[in-house]
């Protein structure tokens, strides 16, 4: 089954960025353990990240059209964009939303997504491993 793992703006700088709160992996550290996993699971993982916010709403728009599972980071978009929201309510797949940080013992405005409402479940605060349990989540 293909899963689309979706990721949002600053994410190409894993590694790099706040490593005190987002880790020391890269992103392609994480598309490695996704692709991984989900081959370990059965799953065909398409990874990809974007700066811009049009490109995610096509790649939510894909996955809409086609029925594709989705595991989505959508970094500071899942707090500002109704965009993004709407896209995700269009979804007819599983959508599991990931963050690598715990949102909600962060700045008060990460803590509301735009996001949750549309997902299956939310995982926030467990790093990479994040990811890993969502498409396990996705798998079953």
């Not at 550290?29 to 811009?52: I, P, S």
């Not at 728009?61 to 929201?85: C, M, Q, R």
Request: hydrophobic share 40%; charged share 20%; with cysteine.
């Amino acid at each position: 089954m293909k899963t689309l793992v979706l990721n949002g703006p600053n994410l190409d700088r894993l590694g790099k960025r706040e490593p005190e709160i987002y880790g020391s992996q890269t992103l392609a550290d994480l598309a490695d353990l996704c692709v991984t996993t989900g081959k370990e699971l059965g799953l065909d993982v398409d990874f990809r990240q974007t700066n811009h916010e049009g490109e995610l709403l096509e790649w939510l728009h894909e996955a809409a059209d086609n029925g594709y599972p989705v595991v989505l980071n959508a970094a500071a978009w899942t707090h500002t964009s109704i965009a993004v929201g709407d896209a995700c309510a269009q979804l007819t797949a599983p959508l599991v939303e990931v963050h690598l940080s715990n949102v909600h013992k962060r700045e008060p405005f990460r803590h509301h997504s735009y996001i949750s409402a549309y997902a299956a479940g939310v995982i926030a605060g467990l790093g990479a491993e994040g990811y890993a349990a969502a498409l396990r989540y996705i798998a079953e």
